[in-house]
């Protein structure tokens, strides 16, 4: 027991002792920035890095590149920030760290100071989603999916938000994005399409409830809905037949409601592809063959299609590589 006890006084003295000499060299490091010294402070960050990792010291590695980059990112200097939010996420794939709440809102806090436009920040993002899957071949954790949905709404990137959204689980906030996408960028007689696209891919995503959220908080938030069910537009009945008949799980019903609604569906040409693979995962029709779109909705599709038969009916699994414009 006593040997016990002076092992982790020990350790407890070390760790302050690495914590102490880790805020010296930061301390030394924000002056030489603050200096504007910003290449040698750059090259000492990453010389400290290599240093630290070869050290096993893993978390301090990541801890300094993490406040280095912030603190480069204040001072405008974009390319060496994005430089060290690579390290930041080197670190982490190199000590397999488990995924926590609190890393994927760092690794989303850095992803938001990226300029929107640097090659740098899909290269980041892309490689954030990896780790954050635990390399079960998901499309990323959808806590991160969130968080960086968040950034794109915020930046008025409404295409990539939505598709972030779709692999999260925040069905309220894809809604609320959307009437925003909606109101500045659509049409009014569109209203209809921002949300139906957004239901009907999360159902092929066997997201039952997101699609659930995400088309009633839509329809009650939207300024051009009027109180429904049933709602003016014939696709948001659609859409909400659709949904009732999922719970329900009966061919029949499904089938008749999408024959009714061929007027409003070819409205645009992927809806019935959607549909397709609605009709596999929750009413027992067989699989068609592969879709011959192509672009961005066809890989979008493409990834649906992919998806794990074996997974929840909530899951959000996908396997296919992430597509960012």
């Given amino acids: 027991m006593a040997a016990a006890a002076m092992a982790e006084q020990e350790s407890a003295r070390n760790g302050a002792r690495n914590r102490g000499g880790v805020q010296r060299v930061e301390g030394k490091l924000r002056a030489s920035v603050e200096k504007g010294d910003y290449y040698e402070a750059h090259q000492m960050y990453r010389t400290l890095f290599f240093r630290y990792m070869s050290q096993s010291k893993h978390t301090e590695a990541r801890e300094l590149m993490c406040s280095g980059a912030l603190l480069f990112f204040s001072h405008g200097q974009q390319n060496s920030a994005a430089d060290l939010s690579m390290l930041v996420l080197e670190s982490l794939e190199k000590a397999e760290v488990e995924v926590a709440a609190d890393l994927l809102e760092n690794l989303a806090k850095l992803f938001s100071l990226m300029d929107p436009n640097s090659p740098e920040r899909v290269a980041f993002?892309?490689?954030?989603?990896k780790w954050s899957s635990g390399g079960s071949g998901k499309l990323g954790h959808p806590?991160?999916?969130?968080?960086?949905?968040?950034?794109?709404?915020?930046?008025?990137?409404?295409?990539?938000?939505?598709?972030?959204f779709l692999h999260s689980a925040d069905g309220e906030g894809c809604a609320h994005m959307l009437v925003e996408y909606s109101t500045s960028r659509g049409f009014r007689s569109e209203v209809?399409?921002?949300?139906?696209q957004a239901v009907l891919q999360f159902?092929?995503?066997?997201?039952?409830?997101?699609?659930?959220?995400?088309?009633?908080t839509y329809t009650q938030k939207?300024?051009?809905?009027?109180?429904?069910?049933?709602?003016?537009?014939?696709?948001?009945?659609f859409i909400w037949f659709l949904l009732l008949a999922v719970d329900g799980g009966k061919l029949t019903v499904f089938t008749v409601l999408c024959e009714q609604y061929q007027p409003s569906l070819r409205?645009?040409?992927?809806?019935?592809?959607?549909?397709d693979r609605i009709g596999q995962l929750f009413f027992?029709?067989?699989p068609k063959q592969?879709?011959?779109?192509?672009?961005?909705?066809?890989?979008?599709?493409?990834?649906?299609?992919?998806?794990?038969?074996?997974?929840?009916?909530?899951?959000q699994d996908d396997s296919s590589p992430i597509e960012l414009d």
């Avoid at 993002?125 to 989603?129: D, P, T």
């Avoid at 991160?144 to 990137?157: C, D, F, G, R, S």
């Avoid at 939207?222 to 009945?237: A, K, R, T, W």
Wanted: charged share 15%; aromatic share 8%; glycine share 8%.
């Fill in 192 to 196: 209809d399409m921002f949300v139906a």
């Fill in 222 to 237: 939207h300024p051009s809905i009027e109180n429904g069910p049933p709602f003016v537009q014939p696709l948001l009945n």
């Fill in 290 to 315: 592969t879709s011959s779109y192509g672009g961005l909705l066809g890989n979008l599709l493409s990834s649906l299609m992919g998806a794990s038969e074996q997974e929840g009916e909530d899951s």
């Fill in 284 to 286: 027992g029709v067989p």
């Fill in 125 to 129: 993002v892309s490689r954030a989603l």
């Fill in 143 to 164: 806590r991160l999916h969130q968080l960086l949905a968040l950034t794109l709404w915020k930046e008025q990137n409404y295409c990539e938000s939505r598709y972030h």
């Fill in 203 to 216: 159902l092929c995503l066997k997201n039952k409830s997101s699609a659930s959220v995400v088309f009633t």
């Fill in 267 to 275: 409205r645009d040409p992927m809806y019935n592809e959607y549909l």
